[in-house]
C-alpha cells in the first residue's frame, strides 16, 4: 500500500486529506508538527511527505530541509501544501528543497491525482 506522510498542524485540514487519501486507496500517517515527524520518519518511509509550510516552532522550508538531509529520505518526494500563494512562494518551497507545491485551499477533486503524478515521478528517477 503507498504510504503518505501528511504533516499539517491544523485539525480541519488533516481530515480532509486523509479522508481524500483514503478514499483512493492510500495510507495516510499523520502529524501536527515538524518535531513529531521527524519522530515518525525513525520508524516510515512513506512513499510521499506532504507538509505545510506555516506551522510553529519549525516550518515547512526547514524541515524539508532536515528531512532531505537524511539518507533514506534523499530521493523521498517532499510536497508542500501551502496558502502562501504569493509570487516566490512556490519557488521558495523547491529551492528548500520541495520537489513540488500544491496551493490551499485543497481542490479535493485534484488532490488525489496530484499525489499519484508526484509519487510516479519519483519512481521514474
Given at each position: 500500500?503507498?504510504?503518505?506522510?501528511?504533516?499539517?498542524?491544523?485539525f480541519?485540514?488533516?481530515?480532509?486529506v486523509?479522508?481524500?487519501?483514503?478514499?483512493?486507496?492510500?495510507?495516510?500517517?499523520?502529524?501536527?508538527?515538524?518535531?513529531?515527524?521527524l519522530?515518525?520518519?525513525?520508524?516510515?518511509?512513506?512513499?510521499?511527505?506532504?507538509?505545510?509550510?506555516?506551522?510553529?516552532?519549525?516550518?515547512?522550508?526547514?524541515?524539508?530541509?532536515?528531512?532531505?538531509?537524511?539518507?533514506?529520505?534523499?530521493?523521498?518526494p517532499?510536497?508542500?501544501?501551502?496558502?502562501?500563494?504569493?509570487?516566490?512562494?512556490?519557488?521558495?518551497?523547491l529551492?528548500?528543497?520541495?520537489?513540488?507545491?500544491?496551493?490551499?485551499?485543497?481542490?479535493?477533486?485534484?488532490?488525489?491525482?496530484?499525489?499519484?503524478?508526484?509519487?510516479?515521478?519519483?519512481?521514474?528517477?
Amino acid at each position: 500500500m503507498t504510504t503518505v506522510l501528511y504533516i499539517e498542524d491544523n485539525f480541519e485540514n488533516r481530515i480532509l486529506v486523509r479522508r481524500v487519501l483514503q478514499a483512493e486507496g492510500y495510507e495516510v500517517a499523520e502529524a501536527t508538527s515538524a518535531s513529531e515527524a521527524l519522530n515518525i520518519l525513525k520508524d516510515l518511509k512513506p512513499d510521499l511527505i506532504l507538509t505545510d509550510i506555516n506551522m510553529p516552532e519549525m516550518d515547512g522550508y526547514t524541515l524539508t530541509a532536515k528531512i532531505k538531509e537524511m539518507p533514506d529520505f534523499q530521493h523521498t518526494p517532499v510536497v508542500a501544501m501551502t496558502a502562501n500563494v504569493m509570487r516566490g512562494d512556490k519557488e521558495r518551497s523547491l529551492k528548500a528543497g520541495c520537489d513540488g507545491y500544491i496551493q490551499k485551499p485543497i481542490d479535493i477533486d485534484l488532490l488525489a491525482g496530484q499525489v499519484e503524478r508526484f509519487i510516479k515521478k519519483a519512481g521514474a528517477k
